[in-house]
């Protein structure tokens, strides 16, 4: 079975220091691996995806992140965080079958002036 | 163009009521998605509509339960409500099972059970 463990449920960093929110998954086989971000009264947004191309994902916004097989992590990175970066992250693995989404517990940003 | 649309954005039942969620997805777009965001829990899958049909469901009892329409939109019923049915339910679509890895998702609805 599918599984994500978001390490950290909540990260807080200055503005313009880098990003780190850690995620790491467990699967019987190569997984699909999705970070979404939900900003207060809106809904989930895909922010990138891995599907077994590149190890290095690059998405919306200057996040991006990598997929390490050997560590089964999946951690999602920022150079420097923006105050409009403030949000809850969701790391999320397909799971057995195409319909199913797991989504991870969320890890709360918090980005100080 | 319009994206995924729910209402109400607040709901406020008592407990044994019957709670009724609605969803329209994007234009185009033939699966429907209900997932319910409960404090501390994390989001958890409840439902699957694609072409009209229930195609799955999650681990919750059978008194939650919805439909699709003819013109895609979803219904997602809630009865004999209890007070831990109180969370964020959202609602997604995406345009089939073939893509259905992307998942655009709505604003959700609050339900809140006293």
């Known amino acids: 079975a599918q599984s994500v463990t978001q390490l950290d449920s909540h990260v807080s960093v200055s503005e313009g220091t880098p990003v780190l929110l850690r995620c790491n998954y467990s699967?019987?086989?190569?997984?699909?691996l999705f970070w979404y971000v939900q900003h207060p009264n809106k809904g989930l947004q895909l922010l990138l995806k891995y599907t077994s191309a590149a190890t290095l994902v690059k998405g919306i916004n200057g996040f991006e992140a990598e997929f390490k097989k050997s560590e089964t992590s999946f951690h999602l990175t920022k150079p420097s965080a923006h105050m409009s970066d403030a949000a809850e992250y969701f790391c999320v693995v397909r799971g057995d079958s195409s319909y199913k989404l797991i989504f991870g517990s969320g890890t709360r940003l918090l980005v100080r002036p | 163009e319009a994206g995924v649309t729910q209402s109400p954005t607040h709901l406020i039942k008592t407990r044994g009521q019957q709670a009724t969620l609605r969803c329209s997805p994007i234009?185009?777009?033939?699966?429907v998605y209900w997932y319910q965001q409960a404090l501390g829990l994390g989001l958890q899958f409840l439902l699957w509509?694609?072409?009209?049909?229930?195609?799955n469901r999650g681990n919750f009892p059978p008194r939650f339960s919805g439909r699709q329409f003819p013109n895609y939109s979803s219904e997602l019923n809630v009865n004999a409500l209890e007070l831990e049915d109180s969370a964020l339910y959202l609602c997604?679509?995406?345009?089939?099972?073939?893509?259905?890895?992307?998942?655009?998702f709505g604003s959700g609805t609050q339900l809140s059970v006293l």
């Open positions: 509509y694609d072409e009209g049909e229930e195609r």
């Open positions: 234009s185009g777009h033939t699966s």
């Open positions: 997604a679509s995406s345009g089939g099972t073939a893509t259905n890895e992307k998942l655009f």
């Open positions: 699967s019987s086989y190569s997984p699909s």
